[in-house]
T-cell receptor
Framework: ETGVTQSPTHLIKTRGQQVTLRCSSQSGHNTVSWYQQALGQGPQFIFQ???????GRGNFPPRFSGLQFPNYSSELNVNALELDDSALYLC????????????FGEGSRLTVL | GESVGLHLPTLSVQEGDNSIINCAYS??????FIWYKQESGKGPQFIIDIRSNMDKRQGQRVTVLLNKTVKHLSLQIAATQPGDSAVYFCADKSGNTPLVFGKGTRLSVIA
């Protein structure tokens, strides 16, 4: 086990709705990255938070936003959901920024109908 | 990463044989490489990493080879077991940038 926990594990939303996904990082890890993994593809980088500040963002629109809290847990928020947002959302923590040594959670599987 | 289709490359091997999974990366500035294993319904799990100043690194039953000249990475699994069945991803990064994941290869072990 990686010590990274995500919730919820599965959820179903409809187009236009908003969703919040949560992640608790491994103890001692101050950096959290979020990835989107569509079916049959590799994870795609959404953004990273380091010490509560956004520290890099991939090619995702502004309706994807996030937060990191003082205890280093994190949230991913997606507004105005679209069908193509259906995917597995993965949270990964690491000690330090962009070390590459990511520890992934099991993911939150989002289905948008 | 590059855009990919829905069908993952697949490798089928007999239990006990060696497996070789290949990966091409595009960024010549990449200096750190990782192989991840992802089982069904789970998040990616770290297997082994290698830095650009090395061309080979060995772990328990696994070996990673790096050829920077042709931007190619491979993962060798010795004596493949049913528990090795999963999707394997290579990932690379350059300096202080996030990890970029490759397409993935599905390894199926035939008992």
């Amino acid at each position: 086990e990686t010590g990274v926990t995500q919730s919820p594990t599965h959820l179903i939303k409809t187009r236009g709705q908003q969703v919040t996904l949560r992640c608790s990082s491994q103890s001692g890890h101050n950096t959290v990255s979020w990835y989107q993994q569509a079916l049959g593809q590799g994870p795609q980088f959404i953004f990273q938070y380091y010490r509560e500040e956004e520290n890099g963002r991939g090619n995702f629109p502004p309706r994807f936003s996030g937060l990191q809290f003082p205890n280093y847990s994190s949230e991913l928020n997606v507004n105005a959901l679209e069908l193509d947002d259906s995917a597995l959302y993965l949270c990964a923590s690491e000690r330090g920024s962009n070390t590459g040594e990511l520890f992934f959670g099991e993911g939150s599987r989002l289905t948008v109908l | 990463g590059e855009s990919v289709g829905l069908h993952l490359p697949t490798l089928s091997v007999q239990e006990g044989d060696n497996s070789i999974i290949n990966c091409a990366y595009s960024n010549s500035a990449s200096d750190y490489f990782i192989w991840y294993k992802q089982e069904s319904g789970k998040g990616p799990q770290f297997i082994i990493d290698i830095r650009s100043n090395m061309d080979k690194r060995q772990g328990q039953r696994v070996t990673v080879l790096l050829n920077k000249t042709v931007k190619h990475l491979s993962l060798q699994i010795a004596a493949t077991q049913p528990g090795d069945s999963a999707v394997y991803f290579c990932a690379d990064k350059s300096g202080n940038t996030p990890l970029v994941f490759g397409k993935g290869t599905r390894l199926s072990v035939i008992a």
